[in-house]
């Protein structure tokens, strides 16, 4: 029952309108604890001194652009088998998230990597497939842009999507694939971590922050789209005058 | 070397491209419910045989 109301473009509006506001005091809280702790009380790392703290940012982001392109592809594959609007909607509403975060890994993996390896760009397994993602999150975009009818658009990105998906284990694995300049894991979910506690709980605090960054977006995104493609029915319109 | 600048611009950058992308849509939303409005306008004066 809850799935098949979901489906309805107003009960979506209302019930997801409720979580937003929360989901971004969340975020904010969780942020401004997690960069506490790793700015300021976590110290200094022994062979990397400051350097290290770029980790708050650059380590959740990396994780988020694969779990939102993950996402994104699986979503794509529902709205492509079952053809439900909302799912179409949401998948095309985490590419620019997906691409924000990929754009903030790269930047501040590069400006890690300036005083870490004495360089800001290798053409190294793991930074190159990551570029390729954002190539494929602002193909997603922008084919979906290029086609007037949102629902064949939204088709024809969701494929795009999942043929893209293939590239989430080749980021992965490519640092254990490949020789490469970017390191290895430091934390597994089974095999546990090589960081001292004092720097891993800020990364994890960061890592759900941004959790909620994208819930919260996605929703607001997916919101937006229902308005502008609704314009015309009257559940768009009584929102409006309600509001007026 | 300080790692202070890097540690700056990375953080700096990081904070516009996802404020932005936290306002992107909020700015959207305001043009679309304008748009949205002034079509309700053009309907109604359509619809009112005064006018």
Redesign the interface.
């Given at each position: 029952m809850f799935i098949h109301k979901m489906g309805s473009p107003p009960w979506f509006y209302d019930f997801t309108g409720k979580f937003i506001p929360w989901f971004w005091l969340i975020f904010a809280a969780l942020t401004a604890w997690g960069l506490y702790l790793g700015l300021v009380k976590a110290p200094a790392d022994y062979q990397q001194?400051?350097?290290f703290?770029?980790m708050y940012?650059?380590v959740p982001?990396a994780w988020m652009s694969m779990l939102i392109y993950s996402s994104m592809a699986v979503m794509g594959f529902i709205a492509l088998v079952w053809r439900i609007r909302i799912v179409e909607i949401l998948a095309m509403a985490s590419a620019?998230?997906g691409a924000?975060f990929t754009?903030?890994t790269l930047?501040?993996g590069s400006?890690?990597g300036?005083?870490t390896w004495g360089t800001y760009w290798v053409w190294d397994a793991r930074l190159t497939s990551e570029l390729v993602l954002l190539f494929l999150y602002l193909g997603v975009i922008g084919l979906y842009n290029s086609i007037d009818e949102p629902r064949k658009a939204a088709r024809a990105a969701c494929l795009l999507a999942i043929v893209g998906a293939v590239n989430l284990p080749i980021i992965h694995y490519s640092v254990k694939w490949w020789n490469t300049l970017h390191q290895g894991s430091s934390i597994s979910l089974l095999g546990g971590s090589s960081i001292d506690a004092s720097m891993l709980w800020p990364l994890l605090i960061m890592a759900v922050a941004t959790k909620f960054?994208y819930a919260?977006?996605l929703l607001?995104?997916a919101?937006?789209t229902l308005?502008?493609q609704d314009?015309?029915k009257a559940w768009?319109?009584e929102i409006?005058k309600e509001?007026n | 070397?300080s790692?202070?600048p890097?540690?700056l611009?990375?953080?700096s950058?990081?904070a516009i491209?996802?404020f932005?992308?936290?306002v992107?849509?909020?700015v959207?939303?305001k043009a679309?419910?304008r748009?949205?409005?002034r079509?309700?306008q053009i309907e109604d004066r359509s619809r009112d045989p005064n006018s």
């Amino acid at each position: 029952m809850f799935i098949h109301k979901m489906g309805s473009p107003p009960w979506f509006y209302d019930f997801t309108g409720k979580f937003i506001p929360w989901f971004w005091l969340i975020f904010a809280a969780l942020t401004a604890w997690g960069l506490y702790l790793g700015l300021v009380k976590a110290p200094a790392d022994y062979q990397q001194g400051e350097s290290f703290r770029i980790m708050y940012l650059h380590v959740p982001a990396a994780w988020m652009s694969m779990l939102i392109y993950s996402s994104m592809a699986v979503m794509g594959f529902i709205a492509l088998v079952w053809r439900i609007r909302i799912v179409e909607i949401l998948a095309m509403a985490s590419a620019p998230i997906g691409a924000a975060f990929t754009i903030v890994t790269l930047t501040a993996g590069s400006l890690w990597g300036r005083p870490t390896w004495g360089t800001y760009w290798v053409w190294d397994a793991r930074l190159t497939s990551e570029l390729v993602l954002l190539f494929l999150y602002l193909g997603v975009i922008g084919l979906y842009n290029s086609i007037d009818e949102p629902r064949k658009a939204a088709r024809a990105a969701c494929l795009l999507a999942i043929v893209g998906a293939v590239n989430l284990p080749i980021i992965h694995y490519s640092v254990k694939w490949w020789n490469t300049l970017h390191q290895g894991s430091s934390i597994s979910l089974l095999g546990g971590s090589s960081i001292d506690a004092s720097m891993l709980w800020p990364l994890l605090i960061m890592a759900v922050a941004t959790k909620f960054f994208y819930a919260a977006n996605l929703l607001t995104r997916a919101r937006v789209t229902l308005l502008e493609q609704d314009k015309r029915k009257a559940w768009v319109r009584e929102i409006l005058k309600e509001k007026n | 070397m300080s790692h202070a600048p890097f540690i700056l611009a990375a953080y700096s950058i990081g904070a516009i491209v996802l404020f932005w992308c936290a306002v992107a849509p909020l700015v959207k939303k305001k043009a679309i419910a304008r748009d949205i409005r002034r079509l309700i306008q053009i309907e109604d004066r359509s619809r009112d045989p005064n006018s």
